[in-house]
């Protein structure tokens, strides 16, 4: 991704080794580093933690020194707020690929409401408390102020509770599920969430808080004869483990234990990184007062911690006082016994001054020519210029503009994002990103612990009720009736059961779940129930396809026709095309690219188009067409746009207006 270089050069930077020396320091330093803008704070984290380059025969050089490298520090990060947490884990995820970094957020659902919790959050924080549980160096926590408030379990708590598992172990299967009762796993059909299990005949299914995806363990006799990674959408394995670690809820299971801040839980060589020190310190004094209202609310009877009729117990926090709390002046105070980084706009307990010496990305409004101009200027002094775009097809796009306005910039293109761009003076180099440079909006992208949407499927087949019509693609429609264990090959196991004409039961594996569906026709008829070993089922299939054979030769037939006659053929894309679908504040999703490429090659051949684009509501329809009219305005081409009623007309007018406005195009 070209960035070692970049990075190399930052490990070389006077101000970075000065850093590093001071850290070095047995008595805690405490270090205020001013002028470092944009993104250029997670270039200095991201050289520090990585350590040491490698010389080109792949060597260690040690840049920053034999001493640093054994030190292998941990960093803890607090941003201001959740999103510039997300933004700044997002940044130094992408320049490092560390496997080391955690993002660290608060546990509950809403910052005012101390009752629910977000099952994802708590699978992140887990992951981030059980790796800095078990030892080492060289972690990277990143969180924010509200996170920080909330205390956590003591690392031997936690260890002492996550329940190992290898292959070939002799398991007592009885009091192990005792065990996952006792630490708060609940008994389900399919698990699709943290905190579930199940048991089928010789096959455990269990979600730990500390993994993205569930275990399954199959069993001969109390054996542990294999454990896999399985996706709880299609139930389907996907790698065989050789043990695992089963990690309760931390928020909600050792709730009456003893429990410490999270400056505590860190291991003595941490140095803690603050944004703002005095934001942070307001941001927790909101919630001490939040939570004593809350506290309040509970008291006099207004608000219950005990579960609402929609709401999971497993999600609930219901002895949540002061005592799980951390004041500010708590977190002030200890922070003395930590290296502190403070990096804000001001600093609140460093004694010790770095000057670096960057500046922000400038804005360039989409005028190419300020920021050729720009880059030529830098260029001259001699700066290295890196050009960060998310996808390759967007540095393409730049190349391909200063291609097209016959200017040669001489760039590192870095296909990889970082939040803000800027300019570094002190090692001579230019940080531009394409999301500012187009004035497109930039999203982060932190790891969802787990996708809720993954349970669909299953939570479907739960809610079918007997008597519901299914298809199964083998033996066509009958009725739903339930699930019920059954042996095979002298193992219990869950299946589908599903009733036929005549009484005839069929029982479908629930690893073959993607056989059957719920059964979809015109409303208020009821399908005709097949039979068993008939070949009606077979027969109507037979006939369906024979009649989609027609229809298809029939359409080969009519498109060979289209093919024949001869149409307009649009020349290819100028660089007013690529600056157009470069300044698209978000990033194309993959059927958004692809629908713009197939449209823009019909435009393109000699054949007349014939193409449908179609999409749910805001899945970018609109962008894809106002490209395809942009292209043939361009060409010299008059464009009309059709819509069913007049608002959708003026709403049409209104985006493809904001659109083209800096394009030569009237609309």
């Known amino acids: 991704m070209n960035l070692q270089q970049l990075l190399e050069q930052y490990q070389r930077n006077p101000r970075l080794q000065q850093l590093a020396g001071q850290l070095l320091y047995a008595d805690k330093q405490h270090i205020y580093l001013t002028n470092l803008a944009g993104s250029s704070v997670e270039q200095v984290l991201a050289a520090l933690f990585l350590g040491s380059q490698h010389n080109p025969d792949g060597t260690a050089s040690h840049v920053l020194g034999n001493d640093w ?11 201001n707020d959740a999103e510039e947490a997300a933004y700044f884990h997002n940044t130094v995820e992408n ?23 977000n099952s994802s959050n708590v699978m992140l924080r887990t992951e981030a408390l059980t790796k800095l549980s078990r030892g080492g160096h060289r972690k990277i926590i990143i969180t924010y102020p509200e996170a920080l408030f909330e205390k956590v379990v003591l690392p031997s708590t936690l260890s002492d509770n ?49 993994n993205e995806k569930p275990y399954r363990i199959e069993l001969f006799g109390n054996e542990v004869d294999s454990i896999r990674i399985f996706d709880p959408e299609s139930q389907l394995s996907e790698r065989r483990l050789l043990q695992i670690s089963i990690i309760p809820n931390v928020e909600t299971q050792f709730d009456s234990g003893e429990k410490v801040t999270l400056l ?115 260029e001259a002094k001699g700066y290295h210029i890196y050009l960060f775009a998310e996808q390759a097809k967007q540095l393409e796009r730049l190349h391909s ?19 803000e761009g800027f300019i570094d003076n002190d090692i001579k180099v230019v940080c531009y990103t394409d999301h500012q440079i187009f004035q497109r909006y930039h999203k982060y992208k932190v790891k969802q612990a787990f996708n809720k949407s993954k349970a669909l499927t299953l939570k479907t087949l739960r809610d079918l009720q007997p008597g519901d019509y299914v298809t199964h693609i083998d033996h066509g429609v009958g009725t739903y009736s339930g699930l019920q264990k059954i042996e095979v090959n002298g193992k219990l196991q869950e299946a589908v059961r599903i009733i036929y004409k005549d009484s ?11 056989k059957i569906s719920k059964y979809t026709g015109k409303e208020g008829t009821q399908p005709k129930i097949n039979k068993l070993g008939s070949d009606v089922w077979s027969k109507l299939k037979e006939k369906t396809k024979t009649k989609v054979k027609e229809i ?21 894309d100028n660089y007013m095309q690529t600056e157009l679908e470069a300044s698209f504040i978000y990033e194309d999703t993959p059927d958004q690219a692809k629908a713009t490429a197939d449209v823009k090659r019909d435009m393109e051949s000699n054949s007349p188009m014939d193409r449908l684009v179609c999409g749910d509501v805001g899945f970018g329809k609109t962008e894809v067409a106002i490209r395809a009219a942009f292209k043939a305005a361009v060409d010299g081409k008059q464009v009309a746009v059709l819509v069913p009623t007049t608002i959708l007309a003026f709403q049409h007018y209104k985006n493809f207006k904001d659109r083209l406005k800096d394009f030569p195009i009237t609309v």
């Open 504 to 514: 005839d039961i069929l029982y479908v594996n629930i690893n073959s779940l993607h």
């Open 552 to 572: 298809a030769f029939d359409l080969i037939k009519l498109y060979a026709q289209r093919k024949a006659q001869e149409g307009f053929a649009y020349n290819p």
């Open 162 to 210: 996550i329940i190992q598992i290898k292959a070939n172990d002799t398991i007592n299967l009885d009091g192990l599920l005792e065990l996952f009762v006792m630490y708060g796993f609940v008994r389900t059909d399919f698990v699709y969430e943290p905190g579930q299990f199940a048991v089928r005949g010789g096959i455990l299914d269990i979600y730990s808080f500390g």
């Open 264 to 378: 505590e839980f860190l291991p003595e060589h941490t140095v803690v990184w603050l944004k703002d020190w005095d934001v942070i310190k307001e941001k927790i004094e909101v919630q001490e007062e939040d939570l004593g209202l809350y506290l309040q609310r509970v008291a006099d009877g207004l608000v219950t911690t005990e579960p609402d009729d929609d709401e999971d117990e497993t999600k609930i926090l219901k002895n949540i006082s002061l005592q799980d709390i951390v004041p500010a002046a708590t977190t002030e105070r200890q922070l003395q016994q930590f290296h502190t980084v403070e990096f804000g706009f001001r600093a609140h307990i460093a004694n010790y001054e770095i000057a670096f010496n960057t500046q922000p990305q400038p804005s360039f409004n989409r005028q190419f020519d300020l920021l050729i101009k720009n880059l030529k200027e830098y």
């Open 401 to 419: 503009i200063f291609t097209d306005l016959k200017t040669e910039i001489q760039f590192t293109p870095v296909a990889t994002s970082i939040h």
């Open 69 to 79: 490298t054994d030190a292998g520090l941990n960093h803890l990060v607090v941003l």
């Open 95 to 117: 320049i490092t690929s560390a496997l080391d970094l955690f993002y660290f957020p608060a546990s509950f659902k809403n910052r005012k409401n101390f009752k629910l919790l």
